[in-house]
């Protein structure tokens, strides 16, 4: 499987020697855009209450595709990172992604193409706990890899259907810490005769292989309203296949003018291996720990800059 991976990896890495030898003039489209958006609350002497506050979040999104005769190759980076501050405390992280995708496509018949995927979901600093005392993550703590072979339907510029029957699904936790506690479904380290985790033995890499589909579509609701969204699923062969996990992204771009915009960003994920702290009990104190749905919703308003 590992082999399978590091082949894969090799595939990409040569294409672009590949395609540099054509003229980059007539077939690469590039460009991206950045966002900068920042929200705050000032009080002074405020009688019914509250805290100060300063929001800021960050998002870049770039694009390299290349298309020229039966042949595409698709490239996108996205990083999202932000940070609040309440009162007299200190900025704390409260978004942080990091995401690249590559996909390279032949014409196959009709408006289908075959096609090889790449993608790598990971975050660019640590997460600490509430208390500050130990990490929850860090960069490519964990990385989530899928490397995918299958068809690609693409009847538009805006809208895409990859179906994959042969993917492989990576995650990697560099931080030998967390490995031995069994973060993000590794296998976790050994116990010693008194129930303590032995140092240094949990599993930093776990592989599976499944089926994969991934949907995107682009719509513009209204004129200066767009609406882009990504559906994910992925079932492993050999580790419980009915358990379905899913990453779905929403994201609403409305334009003010040429440098205000207005971003709503929701994500919704599940994966039955990723265990989620429980307080069971109500109590204020952990007490189990499952799998559970995953939501996070993201909205700013802010500088804004296309090319």
Request: proline letters at 3%; charged letters at 20%; glycine letters at 8%.
């Amino acid at each position: 499987m590992r082999t399978l991976f590091l082949s894969f990896l090799s595939f990409f890495a040569f294409l672009p020697t590949v395609f540099a030898q054509s003229d980059s003039t007539n077939y690469w489209n590039w460009g991206g855009a950045g966002t900068l958006n920042v929200g705050q609350v000032a009080l002074s002497n405020w009688a019914a209450g509250g805290q100060s506050s300063v929001n800021i979040l960050g998002l870049a999104s770039l694009y390299a595709n290349f298309k020229r005769g039966t042949s595409a190759w698709d490239n996108t980076i996205n990083l999202n990172y932000g940070a609040n501050k309440t009162g007299p405390g200190k900025f704390v992280k409260n978004d942080d992604k990091l995401e690249v995708n590559a996909k390279y496509g032949r014409h196959a018949f009709g408006k289908w193409y075959y096609a090889g995927q790449f993608n790598l979901k990971t975050q660019l600093t640590p997460t600490w706990d509430k208390n500050h005392d130990s990490i929850i993550s860090d960069f490519l703590s964990p990385a989530f890899i899928l490397t995918s072979l299958g068809l690609d339907y693409r009847p538009s510029e805006n809208f895409s259907l990859f179906l994959s029957p042969a993917t492989g699904k990576f995650t990697y936790v560099k931080s030998q810490r967390l490995a031995d506690k069994g973060a993000f479904g590794v296998e976790p380290g050994q116990l010693d005769k008194n129930g303590f985790r032995v140092p240094n033995s949990g599993e930093r890499f776990r592989e599976e292989i499944g089926a994969y589909l991934a949907m995107r579509l682009r719509h513009d609701l209204m004129e200066n309203i767009k609406l882009q969204t990504r559906l994910e699923l992925y079932s492993s062969y050999n580790n419980n296949p009915e358990n379905i996990d899913v990453n779905w992204e929403n994201r609403i771009d409305m334009k003010v003018n040429d440098f205000i915009s207005v971003s709503l960003i929701t994500e919704l994920i599940y994966d039955d291996d990723i265990d989620i702290a429980l307080d069971r009990n109500k109590d204020g104190e952990i007490d189990g720990a499952g799998p559970r749905v995953q939501f996070k919703e993201t909205l700013g308003v802010g500088l804004s800059y296309k090319f």
